[in-house]
Protein backbone atom coordinates (compact mmCIF):
# COMPACT_ATOMS: atom_id res chain seq x y z
CA UNK A 1 0.00 0.00 0.00
CA UNK A 2 1.23 3.53 -0.75
CA UNK A 3 1.01 6.74 1.63
CA UNK A 4 0.74 10.17 1.21
CA UNK A 5 4.98 10.45 2.16
CA UNK A 6 5.94 7.86 -0.08
CA UNK A 7 4.48 9.65 -2.99
CA UNK A 8 5.87 12.87 -1.62
CA UNK A 9 9.03 11.08 -1.75
CA UNK A 10 8.38 9.53 -5.26
CA UNK A 11 8.19 13.21 -6.57
CA UNK A 12 4.77 12.79 -7.22
CA UNK A 13 4.24 16.84 -6.14
CA UNK A 14 6.51 18.22 -7.94
CA UNK A 15 5.71 18.67 -11.82
CA UNK A 16 9.90 19.20 -12.26
CA UNK A 17 10.49 15.51 -10.84
CA UNK A 18 9.00 13.51 -13.89
CA UNK A 19 10.66 10.66 -15.37
CA UNK A 20 12.98 7.62 -13.63
CA UNK A 21 13.02 9.06 -10.21
CA UNK A 22 8.97 8.54 -10.07
CA UNK A 23 8.78 5.60 -12.00
CA UNK A 24 11.26 3.66 -9.80
CA UNK A 25 9.21 4.86 -6.58
CA UNK A 26 5.92 2.71 -7.48
CA UNK A 27 7.64 0.09 -9.35
CA UNK A 28 6.58 -2.42 -7.17
CA UNK A 29 3.07 -0.80 -6.48
CA UNK A 30 2.99 -0.92 -10.33
CA UNK A 31 4.00 -4.75 -10.33
CA UNK A 32 1.32 -5.88 -7.90
CA UNK A 33 -1.52 -3.51 -9.89
CA UNK A 34 -0.37 -5.69 -13.01
CA UNK A 35 -0.29 -9.11 -11.13
CA UNK A 36 -4.31 -8.14 -10.10
CA UNK A 37 -4.81 -6.75 -13.54
CA UNK A 38 -4.25 -10.66 -14.57
CA UNK A 39 -5.99 -12.50 -11.89
CA UNK A 40 -9.15 -9.41 -12.82
CA UNK A 41 -8.73 -10.71 -16.51
CA UNK A 42 -7.78 -14.88 -16.01
CA UNK A 43 -11.10 -15.18 -18.20
CA UNK A 44 -9.79 -12.98 -20.94
CA UNK A 45 -9.71 -15.85 -23.66
CA UNK A 46 -13.41 -15.99 -23.53
CA UNK A 47 -13.10 -12.47 -24.59
CA UNK A 48 -10.15 -12.01 -26.85
CA UNK A 49 -9.74 -15.72 -28.10
CA UNK A 50 -6.13 -15.45 -26.84
CA UNK A 51 -4.82 -16.90 -23.54
CA UNK A 52 -3.54 -14.65 -21.94
CA UNK A 53 -3.01 -10.59 -21.53
CA UNK A 54 -0.37 -9.86 -24.33
CA UNK A 55 2.70 -9.45 -22.61
CA UNK A 56 3.58 -5.78 -24.51
CA UNK A 57 0.09 -4.76 -22.41
CA UNK A 58 1.24 -5.57 -18.83
CA UNK A 59 4.90 -4.03 -19.85
CA UNK A 60 3.17 -0.89 -20.96
CA UNK A 61 1.08 -0.74 -17.34
CA UNK A 62 4.68 -1.29 -15.72
CA UNK A 63 5.43 2.08 -17.16
CA UNK A 64 3.19 4.48 -16.95
CA UNK A 65 3.20 6.21 -13.61
CA UNK A 66 -0.26 6.25 -12.81
CA UNK A 67 -0.62 8.46 -9.93
CA UNK A 68 1.08 11.54 -11.94
CA UNK A 69 -2.49 10.99 -14.04
CA UNK A 70 -4.98 12.09 -10.68
CA UNK A 71 -5.80 14.57 -7.88
CA UNK A 72 -3.61 14.73 -5.19
CA UNK A 73 -6.78 13.82 -3.02
CA UNK A 74 -6.89 10.17 -4.90
CA UNK A 75 -3.14 9.81 -5.39
CA UNK A 76 -2.80 7.53 -2.74
CA UNK A 77 -5.15 4.74 -4.27
CA UNK A 78 -3.76 5.15 -7.47
CA UNK A 79 -2.29 1.60 -7.66
CA UNK A 80 -5.49 -0.24 -7.00
CA UNK A 81 -7.22 -1.60 -9.72
CA UNK A 82 -10.59 0.90 -9.52
CA UNK A 83 -11.26 3.71 -11.49
CA UNK A 84 -11.12 6.91 -9.87
CA UNK A 85 -12.88 10.76 -9.92
CA UNK A 86 -10.68 13.44 -11.65
CA UNK A 87 -12.94 16.51 -11.51
CA UNK A 88 -15.45 17.29 -13.96
CA UNK A 89 -17.78 14.72 -12.95
CA UNK A 90 -15.00 12.47 -14.84
CA UNK A 91 -12.72 9.50 -13.82
CA UNK A 92 -9.71 7.26 -14.88
CA UNK A 93 -10.43 4.19 -16.00
CA UNK A 94 -10.03 1.22 -14.33
CA UNK A 95 -6.40 -0.33 -14.66
CA UNK A 96 -8.14 -3.53 -16.32
CA UNK A 97 -10.75 -2.13 -18.46
CA UNK A 98 -7.93 0.09 -19.49
CA UNK A 99 -5.67 -3.48 -20.12
CA UNK A 100 -8.79 -5.14 -21.68
CA UNK A 101 -9.14 -2.69 -24.13
CA UNK A 102 -5.97 -1.96 -25.30
CA UNK A 103 -5.20 -5.55 -25.72
CA UNK A 104 -8.51 -6.10 -27.45
CA UNK A 105 -7.20 -3.18 -30.15
CA UNK A 106 -3.89 -5.75 -30.78
CA UNK A 107 -1.80 -2.56 -31.93
CA UNK A 108 1.49 -2.83 -33.46
CA UNK A 109 4.22 -0.39 -32.80
CA UNK A 110 3.86 1.31 -36.68
CA UNK A 111 0.24 2.07 -35.63
CA UNK A 112 -1.60 5.01 -35.62
CA UNK A 113 -4.27 5.14 -33.43
CA UNK A 114 -7.00 7.83 -32.43
CA UNK A 115 -8.43 8.38 -29.13
CA UNK A 116 -11.93 9.58 -27.98
CA UNK A 117 -11.83 10.75 -23.99
CA UNK A 118 -8.66 11.39 -22.83
CA UNK A 119 -9.80 12.02 -19.81
CA UNK A 120 -6.50 11.89 -17.48
CA UNK A 121 -4.30 11.02 -20.25
CA UNK A 122 -3.66 7.63 -18.69
CA UNK A 123 -4.93 5.45 -21.12
CA UNK A 124 -3.19 7.55 -23.96
CA UNK A 125 0.07 6.86 -21.98
CA UNK A 126 -0.66 3.45 -22.03
CA UNK A 127 -1.22 3.63 -25.75
CA UNK A 128 1.87 5.61 -26.66
CA UNK A 129 4.13 3.03 -25.23
CA UNK A 130 2.79 0.37 -27.77
CA UNK A 131 2.22 2.57 -30.85
CA UNK A 132 3.67 4.90 -33.45
CA UNK A 133 1.57 7.63 -32.45
CA UNK A 134 -1.72 8.65 -30.49
CA UNK A 135 -4.32 11.01 -31.79
CA UNK A 136 -6.51 11.92 -28.49
CA UNK A 137 -9.51 13.99 -28.26
CA UNK A 138 -11.57 15.59 -25.19
CA UNK A 139 -14.42 17.22 -25.19
CA UNK A 140 -13.72 19.44 -21.15
CA UNK A 141 -10.67 21.95 -22.32
CA UNK A 142 -9.04 22.00 -18.75
CA UNK A 143 -8.56 17.99 -18.56
CA UNK A 144 -7.46 17.70 -22.47
CA UNK A 145 -5.02 20.70 -21.47
CA UNK A 146 -3.78 19.32 -18.25
CA UNK A 147 -3.32 15.75 -19.74
CA UNK A 148 -1.25 17.47 -22.98
CA UNK A 149 0.44 19.52 -20.37
CA UNK A 150 1.59 15.95 -18.08
CA UNK A 151 2.19 13.71 -21.26
CA UNK A 152 4.71 15.92 -22.31
CA UNK A 153 6.36 16.52 -19.22
CA UNK A 154 6.48 12.64 -19.16
CA UNK A 155 8.33 12.53 -22.23
CA UNK A 156 5.99 11.57 -24.33
CA UNK A 157 6.98 12.93 -28.19
CA UNK A 158 4.37 11.19 -29.54
CA UNK A 159 0.69 12.10 -29.18
CA UNK A 160 -1.43 14.87 -30.69
CA UNK A 161 -4.04 15.96 -28.66
CA UNK A 162 -6.83 18.51 -29.43
CA UNK A 163 -10.28 19.86 -27.93
CA UNK A 164 -13.04 18.59 -29.40
CA UNK A 165 -16.46 16.57 -30.04
CA UNK A 166 -14.85 13.38 -30.47
CA UNK A 167 -17.99 12.29 -32.23
CA UNK A 168 -16.60 13.76 -35.75
CA UNK A 169 -12.87 11.90 -35.07
CA UNK A 170 -10.01 13.83 -36.49
CA UNK A 171 -10.40 13.55 -40.52
CA UNK A 172 -7.43 15.37 -41.10
CA UNK A 173 -5.24 12.56 -39.79
CA UNK A 174 -7.81 9.99 -40.73
CA UNK A 175 -7.09 6.46 -41.24
CA UNK A 176 -6.30 5.30 -38.40
CA UNK A 177 -5.37 1.36 -37.65
CA UNK A 178 -7.22 1.44 -34.17
CA UNK A 179 -9.23 4.08 -32.97
CA UNK A 180 -10.57 3.82 -28.91
CA UNK A 181 -13.66 5.52 -27.45
CA UNK A 182 -13.24 6.00 -23.48
CA UNK A 183 -16.35 7.30 -23.44
CA UNK A 184 -20.06 5.65 -24.30
CA UNK A 185 -22.03 7.20 -27.65
CA UNK A 186 -25.78 5.95 -27.91
CA UNK A 187 -24.69 4.28 -31.28
CA UNK A 188 -20.98 3.84 -32.55
CA UNK A 189 -20.79 7.77 -34.32
CA UNK A 190 -20.70 6.42 -38.44
CA UNK A 191 -17.71 9.35 -38.74
CA UNK A 192 -15.15 6.98 -36.65
CA UNK A 193 -16.05 3.94 -38.36
CA UNK A 194 -15.20 5.77 -42.07
CA UNK A 195 -12.07 7.11 -40.21
CA UNK A 196 -10.81 3.30 -39.33
CA UNK A 197 -8.35 2.24 -41.83
CA UNK A 198 -9.18 -1.02 -43.77
CA UNK A 199 -7.59 -4.24 -41.49
CA UNK A 200 -8.31 -1.95 -38.53
CA UNK A 201 -10.29 -2.46 -35.66
CA UNK A 202 -12.49 0.24 -33.15
CA UNK A 203 -13.43 -0.67 -29.52
CA UNK A 204 -16.62 1.96 -27.87
CA UNK A 205 -18.93 1.10 -25.06
CA UNK A 206 -22.14 1.84 -26.95
CA UNK A 207 -25.43 2.24 -25.32
CA UNK A 208 -27.62 4.52 -22.95
CA UNK A 209 -27.13 5.19 -19.37
CA UNK A 210 -31.23 3.98 -18.79
CA UNK A 211 -30.52 0.50 -21.10
CA UNK A 212 -26.83 -0.35 -20.38
CA UNK A 213 -24.24 -0.10 -22.54
CA UNK A 214 -22.73 -3.40 -23.88
CA UNK A 215 -18.37 -3.22 -25.19
CA UNK A 216 -18.23 -3.45 -28.88
CA UNK A 217 -15.33 -4.53 -31.33
CA UNK A 218 -15.65 -3.74 -34.46
CA UNK A 219 -13.41 -4.62 -37.55
CA UNK A 220 -12.84 -3.53 -40.67
CA UNK A 221 -12.15 -6.39 -43.68
CA UNK A 222 -9.75 -5.79 -46.03
CA UNK A 223 -12.95 -5.17 -48.53
CA UNK A 224 -14.33 -2.12 -46.34
CA UNK A 225 -17.07 -4.18 -44.63
CA UNK A 226 -17.36 -4.68 -41.06
CA UNK A 227 -18.26 -6.90 -38.56
CA UNK A 228 -18.70 -6.20 -34.74
CA UNK A 229 -18.80 -8.39 -32.38
CA UNK A 230 -20.21 -7.81 -28.13
CA UNK A 231 -17.44 -8.29 -26.12
CA UNK A 232 -19.48 -7.60 -22.63
CA UNK A 233 -21.72 -5.57 -20.62
CA UNK A 234 -19.66 -2.27 -19.09
CA UNK A 235 -20.65 1.17 -17.36
CA UNK A 236 -18.84 4.53 -18.43
CA UNK A 237 -19.80 7.94 -18.60
CA UNK A 238 -21.85 9.59 -21.86
CA UNK A 239 -19.81 10.44 -24.45
CA UNK A 240 -21.74 13.95 -24.93
CA UNK A 241 -22.37 16.45 -27.38
CA UNK A 242 -20.67 19.83 -27.80
CA UNK A 243 -22.95 22.32 -26.49
N1 LIG B 1 -9.35 7.17 -20.80
C1 LIG B 1 -9.70 8.14 -19.84
C2 LIG B 1 -11.17 8.01 -19.57
C3 LIG B 1 -11.78 9.25 -19.11
S1 LIG B 1 -13.55 9.17 -18.92
C4 LIG B 1 -8.91 7.94 -18.56
O1 LIG B 1 -8.60 6.81 -18.23
O2 LIG B 1 -8.61 8.92 -17.88
C5 LIG B 1 -14.09 9.65 -20.55
C6 LIG B 1 -13.67 11.00 -21.04
O3 LIG B 1 -14.37 11.26 -22.25
C7 LIG B 1 -14.00 12.16 -20.11
O4 LIG B 1 -12.85 12.88 -19.83
C8 LIG B 1 -15.01 12.99 -20.91
O5 LIG B 1 -14.91 14.37 -20.66
C9 LIG B 1 -14.63 12.64 -22.33
N2 LIG B 1 -15.69 12.91 -23.32
C10 LIG B 1 -17.03 12.81 -23.16
N3 LIG B 1 -17.66 13.12 -24.30
C11 LIG B 1 -16.71 13.43 -25.21
C12 LIG B 1 -16.73 13.83 -26.57
N4 LIG B 1 -17.88 13.99 -27.25
N5 LIG B 1 -15.56 14.04 -27.20
C13 LIG B 1 -14.37 13.89 -26.55
N6 LIG B 1 -14.29 13.53 -25.26
C14 LIG B 1 -15.44 13.28 -24.59
Redesign the pocket.
Known sequence: MITRRTLLAGGAGSPLCAGAQAVDAFAADRERLVAEVERDLADIGSMTGRATLDPRVLDALRKVPRHR?MPMSVMHRAYENR?LP?G??????QPSV?ALMTDLLDTRPGDRVL??????????AVLAELVERVYT????RP??ER?AVLLKALGYGNIEARI????RGWPEAAPFDAI?V??A?EQMPQPLIDQLARGGQLIAPVGSQADGQELLLMRKGDDGQTVTRNVLAVR???????R
Open positions: FAIHEQTISVEIGTGSGYQTIEIVLGAGDGHITAPFVPLTRE
